[in-house]
């Protein structure tokens, strides 16, 4: 039996508008992390590379799943009435996915790589602080984004490689 805790304060079809409002704000971000990265395979395959780093390829269906489980995590946060009720989490899910937004731009757009390493240890954080939020809300919103928290673990730890490996590039 469900809890009144766990069911939507929503009528279904607001619910699915919502989802398509999330997912939506996903393909947003992916987007313009993705104009910002038009030549992030040419510059991906120029640097060196730790021997551990993931194959090229490999990056634009991880970020697609991810976007897709965290748009689902916010959602099911955000059928526990909405933005006004879920305001704390919902925020900082929102500051997370900006962070994690500007990190394309400051690698392969602007070649910074300190300073995209710098935000994606602060992309890190708010992530860890979104599930921790989202926990109390949603145990299974909050289990959603750990893909996403191990692959940025992953992504911190060759960003700061790649930067290291490249200061010239990534001055």
Same mark, same amino acid.
């Given at each position: 039996?469900?809890?009144?805790? !766990?069911?939507?304060?929503?009528?279904?079809?607001?619910?699915?508008? =919502?989802?398509? =409002? /999330?997912?939506?704000?996903?393909?947003?971000?992916?987007?313009?992390?993705?104009?910002?990265?038009? #030549?992030?395979? #040419?510059?991906?395959?120029?640097?060196?590379?730790?021997?551990?780093? +993931?194959?090229?390829?490999?990056?634009?269906?991880?970020?697609?799943?991810?976007?897709?489980?965290?748009?689902?995590?916010?959602?099911?946060?955000?059928?526990?009435?909405?933005?006004?009720?879920?305001?704390?989490?919902?925020? &900082?899910?929102?500051?997370? %996915?900006?962070? @994690?937004? &500007? /990190? !394309?731009? &400051?690698?392969?757009?602007?070649?910074?790589?300190?300073?995209? %390493?710098? #935000?994606?240890? %602060?992309? /890190?954080?708010?992530?860890?602080?979104?599930?921790?939020?989202?926990?109390?809300? #949603?145990? +299974?919103?909050?289990?959603?984004?750990?893909?996403?928290?191990?692959?940025?673990?992953?992504?911190?730890? %060759? @960003?700061?490689?790649?930067?290291?490996? @490249?200061?010239?590039?990534? =001055?």
């Amino acid at each position: 039996m469900t809890s009144s805790s !766990s069911r939507s304060t929503f009528t279904r079809t607001r619910q699915v508008v =919502g989802l398509i =409002g /999330w997912l939506a704000l996903s393909v947003l971000v992916i987007s313009l992390g993705a104009w910002a990265s038009i #030549d992030a395979r #040419d510059v991906y395959t120029t640097l060196q590379q730790p021997a551990w780093a +993931p194959p090229g390829w490999l990056f634009g269906p991880m970020w697609t799943t991810l976007y897709t489980l965290m748009a689902i995590a916010a959602w099911r946060v955000w059928r526990k009435g909405g933005f006004s009720v879920q305001k704390r989490p919902l925020s &900082l899910y929102l500051l997370q %996915l900006a962070v @994690n937004g &500007l /990190w !394309s731009w &400051l690698f392969f757009a602007w070649f910074k790589g300190l300073w995209a %390493l710098v #935000d994606v240890s %602060l992309l /890190w954080a708010l992530i860890l602080a979104t599930l921790i939020t989202f926990w109390r809300i #949603d145990k +299974p919103a909050s289990l959603l984004l750990l893909p996403y928290l191990a692959w940025v673990t992953l992504a911190t730890a %060759l @960003n700061a490689a790649v930067w290291l490996l @490249n200061p010239a590039a990534l =001055g």
